[in-house]
């Protein structure tokens, strides 16, 4: 007959924090729309070439990316200054 251990009692973090990736590829997602639209603001004689498209698309999106990565480390710095600590004990089958 085995003898059972008593399990120690761990304190363990609880908190919610934002997933980061999705964040960051919704910024990039809103920066490629504003891109698109301050393209149909651009009047057609004065576009050099469709290239510009392009250019926007990249500029805009990227600092949407960015623009994304900060708002979730942000949240996520915040967020953890609000954890909460419990006690949990393992449980091992």
């Known amino acids: 007959m085995a003898s059972k251990k ?3 009692p761990e304190v363990v ?8 990736l ?3 590829l919704t910024g990039a997602i809103f920066g ?3 891109a698109f639209v301050l393209y149909l603001f651009i009047p057609a004689d004065q576009r050099s070439s469709e290239n510009i498209l392009g250019l926007l698309f990249l ?9 994304g990565l900060a ?3 942000t949240v996520d710095l915040l967020s953890s200054r609000s954890a ?6 393992r449980v091992v089958e």
């Open 6 to 8: 008593k399990p120690n």
């Open 13 to 20: 973090e609880i908190r919610r924090a934002p997933k980061i």
């Open 22 to 24: 999705p964040w960051a």
């Open 32 to 34: 490629a729309i504003a």
């Open 59 to 67: 500029s805009m999106a990227s600092l949407g990316f960015g623009v």
């Open 71 to 73: 708002f979730a480390i």
């Open 84 to 89: 909460k600590r419990a006690e949990a004990e």
